[in-house]
């Protein structure tokens, strides 16, 4: 038998694959076992942000570019103020996080970065094969997303689909200290869409237009939208574009755990990390990569106890509901803000909370709709 060239193969050196690859760095377990990271693109623009929230302290905070304590959600009729309690929301760019962990891992003789596109994987062989070479390993992590999810007839798919400008202006403009997690006072006609705030100073923030829908959109609309809202909404006179980041996340109750195998490990977007319900993946990339290195030291199944049965029903009956009536997300997520703290909030998205806390927010949401919903995915 051939002795494969690496222990383990991780394919995509993003946010999933830079995380795994740290901690398999800095845990004496994995010592002396060859890793590869091959993405295509040499990770050095900022062609994303990552925001989280977290109490207190944070393995990330010495990177984290700015933090919040309060928020707000905006709505009609409804100017809500967002008390965060002992969370705290962060933005990370990930400039940053690619610098800070691929300068960690080359600093180590064990680990290599390689430019290539990976165009399959064959289990058999245990061989990627790339557009420059071939690479063998005992596992691969894969992060490339797969197409499956798209014509699955039994799961709903919603696309989180944005365009953001980092705006500069003239004069102070913004509040730095609170942040706006959804303002809907500029929709898209019958969609989910809503303006998304984060003010870095008093003369700049980051200001995203934002979709939760079934359909994608030209990117002129995303040009309209944002410039009527910060011209009409936020009045602003003198302002410019310094940066610009766009994004298509897939929300969606496809199960992937189906596409994992014995020596392939689906992770990141690709394996279904990106929380159903709301699009956020940082905190859930942490948890689960926690969870791989767990299942390698033991033995286990790398897949052993990351997926979350319970929630996947929620995200599945809340995606069902928006997916076949769109237009209801501004009354869904108002009522979710407006009758639930934040920390509840949190808690139910980080899959934290039991069953009573989980009735409250269910029934905080309440609408026909989700009777149908429940049905239909039962």
Not at 213 to 231: A, G, N, S
Not at 326 to 349: C, Q, T
Request: a neutral charge; one cysteine or more.
């Amino acid at each position: 038998m051939i002795v494969p060239e690496y222990y383990y193969v991780i394919v995509g050196g993003g946010l999933a694959g830079l995380q795994l690859a740290s901690e398999i760095q800095r845990n004496v377990f994995f010592h002396g076992k060859k890793v590869a990271i091959i993405d295509p693109s040499l990770k050095t623009e900022n062609d994303k942000t990552w925001c989280f929230w977290e109490k207190g302290d944070g393995q990330w905070d010495h990177i984290v570019h700015k933090s919040w304590n309060k928020g707000k959600f905006v709505a009609k009729d409804i100017d809500k103020s967002l008390k965060l309690g002992d969370y705290t929301y962060k933005m990370i760019r990930s400039i940053d996080l690619y610098k800070e962990l691929k300068d960690q891992l080359r600093r180590s003789d064990n680990f290599y970065f390689i430019q290539d596109e990976i165009e399959k994987i064959d289990p058999v062989t245990r061989t990627a094969v790339g557009k420059k070479a071939n690479y063998t390993a005992t596992h691969f992590f894969d992060s490339r997303p797969t197409e499956a999810y798209k014509n699955d007839k039994n799961s709903n798919l919603i696309y989180q689909h944005f365009k953001g400008w980092v705006v500069e202006t003239e004069n102070e403009s913004f509040d730095p200290d609170v942040f706006t997690m959804m303002d809907y006072r500029l929709k898209y006609e019958d969609s989910t869409s809503f303006t998304y705030i984060l003010p870095i100073t008093s003369k700049k923030a980051l200001i995203e237009y934002t979709f939760f829908t079934p359909f994608l959109t030209e990117e002129t609309v995303y040009d309209e939208m944002l410039t009527r809202y910060i011209e009409n909404i936020l009045q602003l006179k003198h302002w410019k574009i310094t940066e610009t980041e766009k994004g298509v996340i897939p929300m969606t109750d496809f199960p992937f755990k189906k596409t994992n195998s014995r020596h392939i490990t689906k992770i990141g977007t690709g394996g279904g990390w990106v929380k159903p319900s709301s699009g956020y993946s940082f905190r859930n990339t942490e948890k689960k990569v926690q969870k791989i290195i767990e299942n390698l030291k033991a033995g286990f199944a790398t897949t052993k106890g990351i997926y979350n049965r319970k929630f996947r029903k929620y995200d599945a009956i809340f995606l069902d509901v928006l997916y076949n009536n769109n237009e209801l997300g501004e009354s869904l997520f108002s009522k979710l803000y407006s009758k639930n703290s934040m920390e509840e909030i949190f808690r139910f998205l980080d899959e934290e909370t039991g069953f009573n806390e989980d009735l409250k927010i269910m029934l905080s949401l309440y609408h026909p709709e989700f009777i149908r919903s429940f049905f239909r995915k039962l």
